[in-house]
């Protein structure tokens, strides 16, 4: 099967720069993408990581290593706005209908 | 462009209750899925489509029912509601050249209650 791990608290201050980490397990691998999710709103699509290596968009990047099974998402130059839930996903290999594994989530505060 | 429309976005259930969950979306997208959040838990995938006539379950499907007569629906349907069906549902959909990069949309969700 295919699991995801994710801290489930962070915490940061506005202006810093803050990763959040994910470990998975999956029996086969597509790659790792991850959502932003405001106040139990609808999850919104951040970044897709299929190769090893650093994908900057903006503020936000996201690194993926295959052979560490791990990925991180990292936020610069923090705000307000940006406190928020991330989830990791992955694909499920084993499936063509495109399903995506959550990790649990990653809480994040941006504190003054 | 709407996007992923949900209804209702509110109910509350009576246990043993019955209900229609609404989604529908109006790109074209071929995939459709339903999750459920719990509170401070991740998504855990109820059932899926890959197109009109096709759906299949995810992880947990027990207490579900769908249907997709058409590329723009996806209605989820509780029988006989419980107390632990007490969650957020979100619809989601992705289309099919896209699936490799994971990226869904996703409805603003549906909060249900069973009392």
């Known amino acids: 099967g295919q699991s995801l791990e994710q801290p489930s608290e962070v915490t940061a201050v506005e202006g810093a720069i803050v990763q959040i980490n994910c470990t998975y397990q999956t029996s086969g691998f597509y790659g790792l993408s991850w959502y932003q999710q405001h106040d139990g709103g609808a999850p919104t699509f951040l970044s897709y990581n299929a190769l090893d290596g650093l994908e900057e968009t903006g503020r936000f990047s996201s690194f993926l290593s295959r052979s560490d099974s791990y990925g991180y998402l990292l936020l610069q130059e923090l705000q307000m706005k940006d406190s928020a839930s991330y989830f990791c996903?992955?694909?499920?290999?084993?499936?063509?209908?495109?399903?995506?594994?959550f990790g649990q989530g990653t809480e994040l505060s941006v504190k003054p | 462009n709407a996007g992923v429309t949900q209804t209702p976005k509110f109910r509350i259930l009576k246990i043993g209750q019955s209900m229609t969950l609404q989604c529908t979306q109006d790109m074209n997208h071929n995939y459709m899925y339903w999750y459920r959040q719990d509170p401070g838990m991740g998504l855990k995938l109820i059932y899926y489509?890959?197109?009109?006539?096709?759906?299949d379950k995810g992880e947990v499907p027990n207490g579900y029912n769908v249907s997709r007569s058409t590329t723009e629906d996806f209605p989820l349907r509780l029988e006989l509601a419980a107390p632990s069906q007490t969650s957020v549902y979100f619809c989601a959909s992705m289309i099919s050249g896209r699936a490799g990069t994971g990226e869904l949309f996703f409805g603003e969700g549906s909060r249900l209650t069973v009392l």
């Open positions: 489509s890959v197109g009109a006539g096709i759906t």
């Open positions: 996903a992955v694909r499920d290999p084993h499936n063509q209908g495109g399903k995506l594994i």
